[in-house]
Structure formats: structure tokens, C-alpha cells
């Protein structure tokens, strides 16, 4: 008989263990979930679930051949069971409906006994549950495999994916979709929250560096403290110990936000509500903003332009001023770069190979607070794996076999006090990367064949030209790695997005090169200049050099001119987005960067002129110039 206690050996532990919390809550001769709920009750479980729902639909999409050819319905929950939605063969309605499988349903456990989705829920793991199996009467002629859905961001379990049908569609391959699929979910979930978390971070950058003595810490939409400005955990300490709480620290205050309320959910004692900004963006609350006062500094503010005076060089010299560029994109990110200099957060470098990565890495060490210390870098695509971990984290006398005497500082502890760059870091060994990430988190390095760990303090500067994002969804690069590393972000444009700089450019790096081979730098005849603006360069400002240093040896000391051109740049690839053959390569260039900005800011030309760094009355004459009226137009309809 249903839910009786049977032959334990005719069940399996996990099953038999389900039955026993059933016992005596659960009535065995139930024919099904118990009715569910609608109207404005269903509503809500669905708009609390919004997110879910969204990242599951191209994925259960994707599974409807499978569900139709096997009799088999695909079923997606809440974390407590209640049905979200239910996909698949159609020729199952009427069983679904009949034990109200169906939309506001409740699966848990505790409503309808063992099943796939309640039992999968409550021990937080895959399960299949077939026939007899169910605690039930009235599904034991149902086959079920189901899998929970966690948060990637905390591991809470939000849900749960199952794939039912009657007992002659059994199949062990269903729960290997439930497991795959599920999986798949919670990468498209880690994806948007990363690009959530960014935007969330990106918005708050200048009020975390410009906040003078108040303390900030940003949530994200969890409630979860993502990012603090240096004044924040001291300033916290002094609010809650006035409260009579001690040994507080940041991570242990959370700010969970439910969707509809105008403020955070149980409030720690010591903080006011006027502190807190939830921070909105086109329609989408993407975090909040906890603002902690400094009541010692309310009279007497620094001026934040003394604060940034102060962190100048001993020399005066602008490190950034020997990065050259003047066009809009590249003057962004010199600004952008010389705003994260002056805080010691890790900074991820992001753009394409010969971009300059390493030298704005080196200008951010020497603008920052550790600029007297050491700049370690490391290409973290140059070595092995055995190599790159000898190479960053050292190793002990004897470690192991050709081991050095004395053993070997690794570069992680040779950059203390100093900054560590992490080129390529999207190569890093996925084995590797937990062991940087304990790194980062305990300010602590072992020594390989140590036990005893190494105090360091260090600032980190990666860099990369992979899409860690998708390399995080794909399980190719760690989530909690990503996070540490990718506080702030930087992306250096491609040459071709800055080619109105190369004239200036083409110059600077001629003299370098002239000056390593001790000799005057030649003359540039400026036609050669619209050549070199129009190819396409694939490598960057390091082709680049590559070419002009070749012409620059061919020319036997002459004016560079269109003679000296390589054969692959004599046919030049169009500037993506120059559509006018009138125009010269540079103003093609000019008139891409000017369409960009326009679309960016949805033709708000007030916005396009500060993007651009010109004024409006010059940005005019250049839509005129450059025939962008009508274009102008379009975008704005």
C-alpha cells in the first residue's frame, strides 16, 4: 500500500529517508499536489521568480524535441515548489492537470510526499524517482527526475528543474537532462548577475572615490557587500560599537532588498534609513548604496581637488602623459585610468591584443598609492602549469627534484607593497586560479613545500583579451575569481576605434625606435599617414611599431613615404563604419567615433559632445561637415 513502510532493501536510502519525513505528515492515499493557487497569489510567486524564469525559457526551449519524442513534460519550480511553469508533449495535459501538475501548484515535500522535485529540493541534490517509489498513491504510476537550481552568487537553492512523465517513459537519460539543463540555467543566471554587478559598480565608481571622509559600501541585488572605499570599515566600527556591538565587519552586514519595498528588510540598529540609496537604473534596481557619515569631518571638508594633488608623483609627472592619444575613446580611458589609480582596488584591463595593456598597467602602479613599491609582472599565457605555479607562488629547499637551494621567491611575495600584473590572466589554469583567489582573500602566499604562510600586501592589475564573462558561463574561468579581480574594469580601445591618434602616434613611436638605433627620426610624408589610418590592424599598437620600425630600416635614413608601405597594408581594409568614399581615412574614423557616441546616448547631443570631449557648438559643425544630420535623424526616432 502507498507510503506504508516497505522492504527498506526494495528502496533506496535517499527514497527511504524521504518516506520516514513523511511519515505521519503526508496522507499516502493523496491523488496529487494540492489545488493551486491564482489570481494575484500566483502572480506574485511568478514575479518574485521573474528572474528564474527568464534564464530557464531559451533552455527548456531548446528541450522541447526531446520532451515531445519521449512523452515527457519539463517542470520548473520556485525553491519551495511551486510550480513556475510546465512544458513538453501535450498528450500529457490531462494527466498533469488531473494531479495538478500545472502553474501555483505546490511540489514540496511536505505537500505531496516523495517526488522528484520536493525530495531534490529538501536534500539539495539530483534525484529519480520512479513509480512505487512516490510517498503517494495517486503519482505512483509517474516517472520523475528532477535537479535543484542554485544561486550562483551565494549557492542558495531558487528552484528546481524536473522532467516528468507516466512510468513507460522512464529513463535514466532524463535525469541527466534535468542535471545538464539545471546547469545550464544557473550559467545563464551567473552571466546576467555579472553584467548587473558591473553596471552596478560602473555607476558608483566616481562616489566611491569621491565621498571625502564618508565611508561607502555598495550591495549588490542580493544584499550582499560588493565594494567599500578605504574610510568605510573604520567608520562602521565606530557606529556599531556606539551602539554597544563589537568585532563587526563588513561581510557580515547584508541589506537584503525584497522586490516592492521601499527599503531594506531588518536594518542593523546603527544604521539610519536616509543612509541607504537603492540604485535604479532604466527601470532595474540594480544594487543600494549604504553612505556611512564621518560625523568628525560634518564642518571641515578636504577639497577633493587637494586630495587629488596629493597622491601626484614625487616628480609632478603625470605617468598617464606618456601614454599618447587625443581622440575621444582613448582620452576616456586615460580618464577613467587615472580615477582607479588612486585607489588600491584590483583593476581587470580588458581589450584586444597590443592595445597597451601592459603600459596603462604600469602608469596606473606609478599614479597609485604603491607606486614606491615594486611593479611585478607576469604572463600568465607564457608557462606551463607547473612553471606559472613555481613562477607566482615560489617554492621551498627541496620542494622537489632541481628545486633551487635555499629555495625561490615566487612573484606574488616579490610584489609586496608593490603591484602584481597578471598578464593574460584568462590563461590561468582553472586548477590554478582557487589558489590566487586565497591569495587575494587572506593577503597570504604558502610557498610551495611550505606550511607556513607569508604575509603580503599587494595591489592587482590583470589583464586580458578573452571574454571572461562567457569563460565564467562556460566553467572555463571561476565566478569567485572573476569577482575578485574585476572590482573595476578598463577597456583600452582598438587602434582602429582611435585612428585619428595614429599621426601623433606613428611619431612617438619613431622617435623610439630611431633612438634605439641611435639615429635622428625620419620625416613622415602626411599621405602615408591616411594609409596607415585606413588598414585595419589586427595587432594593434604593436603592429604598428613592428611596421614602422621595418620601414624605418628599409628606408636607409630617407622620408618615410608610400614607398617604405609592407604589400598587406598597400589595400587597406575599410574603417568599420566608414560609408562616405569622399572622406579621407581619418575623417572616416572621426565620423564612426561621432555615430558611437550618438547612439550611445540615444541622440542627446549634450551627452555625445561630454563623451566626445568637445563642445556642442564644435560638435554641429562636425555633424555638418561630416554628413551626419540625417543620420542624426534616424537614430533618434
Known amino acids: 500500500m502507498a507510503g506504508q513502510d516497505g522492504e527498506t532493501d526494495a528502496l533506496r536510502r535517499l527514497i527511504d529517508d524521504s518516506w520516514r519525513r513523511c511519515h505521519g ?31 530557464s525559457s531559451t533552455i527548456i526551449a531548446s528541450a522541447r524535441d526531446f520532451l515531445f519524442e519521449t512523452g515527457t513534460v519539463m517542470v520548473l519550480t520556485d525553491a519551495a515548489g511551486a510550480v513556475l511553469s510546465v512544458e513538453g508533449d501535450r498528450a500529457l495535459q490531462d494527466g498533469t492537470e488531473a494531479i495538478h501538475l500545472i502553474a501555483g501548484a ?22 529519480q524517482i520512479h513509480s512505487s517509489e512516490h510517498y503517494c498513491s495517486g503519482i505512483q504510476r509517474w516517472s520523475c527526475s528532477a535537479n535543484v537550481i542554485r544561486d550562483p552568487s551565494n549557492g542558495a537553492i531558487i528552484g528546481a528543474l524536473d522532467i516528468s512523465g507516466l512510468n513507460d517513459s522512464y529513463s535514466r537519460h532524463s535525469l541527466s537532462l534535468a542535471i545538464t539543463a539545471a546547469g545550464r540555467i544557473e550559467n545563464r543566471l551567473a552571466q546576467r548577475e555579472m553584467n548587473l554587478r558591473y553596471r552596478l559598480l560602473d555607476h558608483c565608481l566616481d562616489r566611491l572615490h569621491k565621498s571625502g571622509s564618508d565611508g561607502i559600501i555598495v550591495f549588490d541585488r542580493s544584499g550582499t557587500p560588493i565594494k567599500t572605499n578605504e574610510r568605510a570599515a ?3 566600527t565606530e557606529l556599531a560599537k556606539s551602539h554597544g556591538l563589537s568585532d563587526m565587519a563588513i561581510r557580515d552586514v547584508t541589506m537584503p532588498w525584497r522586490k516592492g519595498q521601499v527599503s531594506p528588510e531588518k536594518l542593523p540598529k546603527w544604521v539610519e534609513r536616509d543612509w541607504i540609496e537603492s540604485i535604479v537604473i532604466d527601470g532595474e534596481r540594480l544594487g543600494s548604496v549604504l553612505v556611512l557619515p564621518d560625523r568628525s569631518a560634518m564642518v571641515r571638508r578636504t577639497p577633493q581637488r587637494k586630495l587629488l594633488q596629493a597622491s601626484d608623483t614625487k616628480t609632478g609627472q603625470d605617468p598617464f602623459a606618456r601614454l599618447s592619444g587625443a581622440s575621444p575613446p582613448y582620452l576616456e580611458a586615460l580618464r577613467r585610468a587615472r580615477l582607479l589609480a588612486k585607489s588600491p582596488a584590483p583593476v581587470l584591463l580588458l581589450g584586444e591584443t597590443g592595445v597597451g595593456k601592459d603600459a596603462f598597467a604600469q602608469a596606473l602602479h606609478e599614479s597609485g598609492p604603491q607606486a614606491q613599491g615594486p611593479f611585478v609582472a607576469v604572463n600568465c599565457g607564457g608557462f606551463s602549469r607547473e612553471l606559472l605555479t613555481s613562477e607566482l607562488f615560489g617554492y621551498a629547499e627541496g620542494a622537489f627534484t632541481g628545486a633551487r637551494r ?29 589558489h590566487l583567489l586565497r591569495v587575494l582573500e587572506t ?43 574585476a572590482v573595476t574594469s578598463l577597456t583600452i580601445p582598438a587602434l582602429r576605434e582611435r585612428a585619428t591618434d595614429i599621426p601623433a602616434l606613428s611619431q612617438h613611436l619613431l622617435r623610439q625606435i630611431a633612438k634605439r638605433y641611435d639615429s635622428a627620426a625620419p620625416k613622415v610624408d602626411p599621405a602615408l599617414y591616411d594609409t596607415l589610418a585606413g588598414y585595419h590592424w589586427p595587432g594593434n599598437i604593436r603592429e604598428l611599431r613592428n611596421v614602422l620600425e621595418g620601414m624605418f630600416l628599409e628606408s636607409g635614413g630617407e622620408d618615410l613615404c608610400a614607398d617604405h608601405i609592407p604589400l598587406d597594408l598597400q589595400s587597406p581594409t575599410q574603417t568599420p563604419g566608414a560609408e562616405t568614399g569622399e572622406l579621407t581615412p581619418l575623417q572616416q574614423a572621426e565620423r564612426t567615433a561621432i555615430v558611437t557616441a550618438i547612439e550611445r546616448n540615444r541622440g542627446n547631443l549634450t ?31
Do not use: C, H
Open 443 to 485: 593577503g597570504e602566499v604558502y610557498r610551495i613545500g611550505e606550511n607556513t604562510p607569508r604575509k603580503i600586501k599587494l595591489r592587482l592589475i590583470s589583464a586580458t583579451n578573452r571574454d571572461l564573462k562567457t569563460a565564467v558561463a562556460e566553467d572555463r574561468f571561476r565566478m569567485d575569481l572573476f569577482y575578485r579581480i
Open 234 to 236: 573604520a567608520l562602521m
Open 25 to 55: 505528515t503526508v496522507d499516502p492515499s493523496r491523488g496529487g499536489a494540492p489545488p493551486p493557487v491564482q489570481g494575484d497569489a500566483l502572480y506574485d510567486i511568478l514575479t518574485d521568480s521573474n528572474d528564474l524564469i527568464k534564464a
Open 406 to 434: 635555499g629555495g625561490m621567491k615566487g612573484k606574488i611575495e616579490a610584489s609586496d607593497g608593490g603591484t602584481l600584473f597578471l598578464d593574460e590572466i584568462g590563461e590561468m589554469p582553472l586548477d590554478l586560479q582557487p
Open 607 to 637: 551627452s555625445v559632445a561630454r563623451d566626445l570631449g568637445i563642445a556642442k557648438s564644435t560638435l554641429y559643425i562636425r555633424l555638418d561637415k561630416l554628413d551626419l544630420k540625417d543620420t542624426l535623424a534616424q537614430l533618434r526616432r
Open 106 to 127: 505546490d511540489w514540496s515535500e511536505g505537500a505531496v510526499g516523495t517526488n522528484a522535485i520536493g525530495t531534490a529540493i529538501e536534500i539539495g541534490q539530483p534525484i
